[in-house]
């Protein structure tokens, strides 16, 4: 059975940082880019990033570039996310999703808040 | 980045026939965009239905297909089933990006 299980979402202040996990299972994670989707409240998927399968290139939404780190670790099937100088904006429920096999884990809610 | 556009919402009979679309701000679709197709149910992860444009999963239900319709990408539900009622997202690759469209809701009525 395939999951993709996140961890690591919580409360945190504006200009504070966390570190999302997404442990994999299932399926041959190193032959595949993983994303990283988020959905505030009551809205749409938005793309914030995405890695290469042996993870030589990265990529990220103008709105997170240069805050946020995607990184994974093919020996431990697990793929994370920094998330630095965070904001307002950013709450949201995370969602990692190897999106070409077609899996989705269940979301790690991230609030961002004094 | 490119804007990704779908209608906002649609309505369909059950057992009728409902075209979504999804259009590109830079440009006609085409399979170079690789397109994906979303549904998300209310409290719900997203689940895949489509990629590349028209190819399904395993767990895609018969009465879904993709295709590219008038330079843009469509996904087709030819017999809406209750259960179809959802928010349908796509997703096109561009350099560098992807980009989701802002979703439809889709109401089985």
């Known amino acids: 059975e395939v999951q993709l299980v996140e961890s690591g979402g919580d409360l945190v202040q504006p200009g504070g940082s966390l570190r999302l996990s997404c442990a994999a299972s299932g399926f041959t994670f190193s032959s595949y880019w993983m994303y990283w989707v988020r959905q505030a ?20 939404a103008d709105s997170v570039r240069g805050r946020f780190t995607i990184s994974r670790d093919n020996a431990k099937n697990t793929l994370h996310l920094q998330m630095n100088s965070l904001r307002v904006e950013d709450t949201a429920v995370y969602y990692c999703a190897s999106v070409r096999p077609g899996h989705w884990g269940q979301g790690t809610l991230v609030t961002v808040s004094s | 980045q490119a804007v990704v556009t779908q209608e906002p919402s649609l309505t369909v009979s059950p057992g009728g026939t409902v075209t979504l679309t999804c ?15 979303f549904q998300q149910k209310p409290g719900q992860a997203p689940s895949t239905l489509i990629f590349d444009t028209n190819n399904k999963f395993s767990w895609t ?37 992807v980009v989701f469209g802002g979703g439809t809701q889709l109401t089985v009525l």
């Open chain 1, 41 to 60: 409240p009551g809205k749409g998927l938005v793309w914030v990033s995405r890695i290469k399968s042996d993870g030589s290139v990265t990529e990220y």
């Open chain 2, 23 to 37: 259009g590109s701000s830079i440009g006609a679709v085409t399979s170079g965009h690789h397109p994906f197709w």
């Open chain 2, 61 to 97: 239900p018969a009465r879904f297909s993709g295709s590219l319709l008038g330079g843009k990408a469509a996904l087709t539900l030819s017999g809406a089933q209750p259960e179809d009622e959802a928010d349908y997202y796509c997703l096109l690759s561009y350099s560098g990006a």
